[in-house]
C-alpha cells in the first residue's frame, strides 16, 4: 500500500562527513515528516513539511536540515556527523489539508540505520 | 501539549489467546485522533487501527480493536487470536491540532510496548 521509499537503507559513516538521507514518495501526498529513533525507543519528530517550499522544525532538536523543492521528495542532510546522530530515521507522508479522521494516518518508509563511527 | 503514555515496556502471551496493550492520552483538544502501528524487528511502521475522538463506537479492524475510554483518556489495542507474527514493538500515536482547529497531521508517539507472542 505504501509508495514511499528512503535510501539507503543502512549507512556507516565517519565522524565529520556531510550525509543526505533521501526519501520520495509517489503518492502525491502533501504532508512529509522526518522521525527519529533510537533503538526500542518512541518516535521524535525532528522535522515536517505542508508543502512544496514549506519546512518546520519538529518537537526535538535536530543539527539536520531539510529541503522540500518537489512535493515527492524530502531529503535529510547532516552537514557534519556525528557520534551523537546515530540512530534510525524514518521518512512518512500523509494526505493535504482535506485529510481527516483515518485518512490523516501517515505512511512510512522503510528507514535508515545511519551509524556515525 | 499533548502526551502519550504507554505504561507496558513488555508484554507476553500464549498464541491463540488475546492481549490487551494500553494507551493513555493527555489532551486539552475537543478534537483528536489516536493511532495504533506496529514496528516488526524489520523496522517499518505499519498501520493498525484508528479512533476518533467522536467516534461513538470502537474502532475495530480484523483481529484488532480498540478499547476507547474517553472520560479516562484511554485508548487501549485489544489483539485477539495472537499469532506468532504479532510479536513486534506496538506504538499508540495522537494526532494534533492547532489553535485553529485545523491539523497538522503530526503524530505523537508513546514510548512503545514489546510484544512477544509465544507458541
Given at each position: 500500500?505504501?509508495?514511499?521509499?528512503?535510501?539507503?537503507?543502512?549507512?556507516?559513516?565517519?565522524?565529520?562527513?556531510?550525509?543526505?538521507?533521501?526519501?520520495?514518495?509517489?503518492?502525491?501526498?502533501?504532508?512529509?515528516?522526518?522521525?527519529?529513533?533510537?533503538?526500542?525507543?518512541?518516535?521524535h519528530?525532528?522535522?515536517?513539511?505542508?508543502?512544496v517550499?514549506?519546512?518546520?522544525?519538529?518537537?526535538?532538536?535536530?543539527?539536520?536540515?531539510?529541503?522540500?523543492?518537489?512535493?515527492?521528495?524530502?531529503?535529510?542532510?547532516?552537514?557534519?556527523?556525528?557520534?551523537?546522530?546515530?540512530?534510525?530515521?524514518?521518512?512518512?507522508?500523509?494526505?493535504?489539508?482535506?485529510?481527516?479522521?483515518?485518512?490523516?494516518?501517515?505512511?512510512?518508509?522503510?528507514?535508515?540505520?545511519?551509524?556515525?563511527? | 501539549?499533548?502526551?502519550?503514555?504507554q505504561?507496558?515496556?513488555?508484554?507476553?502471551?500464549?498464541?491463540?489467546?488475546?492481549?490487551?496493550?494500553?494507551?493513555t492520552?493527555?489532551?486539552?483538544?475537543?478534537?483528536y485522533?489516536?493511532?495504533?502501528?506496529?514496528?516488526?524487528?524489520?523496522g517499518?511502521?505499519?498501520?493498525?487501527?484508528?479512533?476518533?475522538?467522536?467516534?461513538?463506537?470502537?474502532?475495530t479492524?480484523g483481529?484488532?480493536?480498540?478499547?476507547?475510554?474517553?472520560?479516562?483518556?484511554?485508548?487501549n489495542l485489544?489483539?485477539?487470536?495472537?499469532?506468532?507474527?504479532?510479536?513486534?514493538?506496538?506504538?499508540?500515536?495522537?494526532?494534533?491540532?492547532?489553535?485553529?482547529?485545523?491539523?497538522?497531521?503530526?503524530?505523537?508517539?508513546?514510548?512503545?510496548?514489546?510484544?512477544?507472542?509465544?507458541?
Amino acid at each position: 500500500e505504501a509508495d514511499i521509499y528512503q535510501t539507503p537503507r543502512y549507512l556507516v559513516i565517519g565522524t565529520g562527513k556531510k550525509i543526505t538521507l533521501e526519501c520520495s514518495q509517489t503518492m502525491g501526498h502533501d504532508k512529509m515528516y522526518w522521525y527519529q529513533q533510537d533503538p526500542g525507543m518512541e518516535l521524535h519528530l525532528i522535522h515536517y513539511s505542508y508543502g512544496v517550499n514549506s519546512t518546520e522544525k519538529g518537537d526535538l532538536s535536530s543539527e539536520s536540515t531539510v529541503s522540500r523543492i518537489r512535493t515527492e521528495h524530502f531529503p535529510l542532510t547532516l552537514e557534519s556527523a556525528r557520534p551523537s546522530h546515530t540512530s534510525q530515521y524514518l521518512c512518512a507522508s500523509s494526505k493535504g489539508s482535506r485529510a481527516s479522521g483515518r485518512n490523516e494516518k501517515l505512511f512510512f518508509g522503510s528507514g535508515t540505520q545511519l551509524s556515525v563511527l | 501539549a499533548q502526551k502519550i503514555t504507554q505504561t507496558q515496556p513488555g508484554m507476553f502471551v500464549q498464541e491463540k489467546e488475546a492481549v490487551t496493550l494500553d494507551c493513555t492520552y493527555d489532551t486539552s483538544d475537543q478534537s483528536y485522533g489516536l493511532f495504533w502501528y506496529k514496528q516488526p524487528s524489520s523496522g517499518e511502521m505499519i498501520f493498525l487501527i484508528y479512533q476518533g475522538s467522536y467516534d461513538e463506537q470502537n474502532a475495530t479492524e480484523g483481529r484488532y480493536s480498540l478499547n476507547f475510554q474517553k472520560a479516562r483518556k484511554s485508548a487501549n489495542l485489544v489483539i485477539s487470536a495472537s499469532q506468532l507474527g504479532d510479536s513486534a514493538m506496538y506504538f499508540c500515536a495522537m494526532r494534533e491540532r492547532n489553535a485553529g482547529g485545523t491539523s497538522y497531521g503530526k503524530l505523537t508517539f508513546g514510548q512503545g510496548t514489546i510484544l512477544t507472542v509465544h507458541p
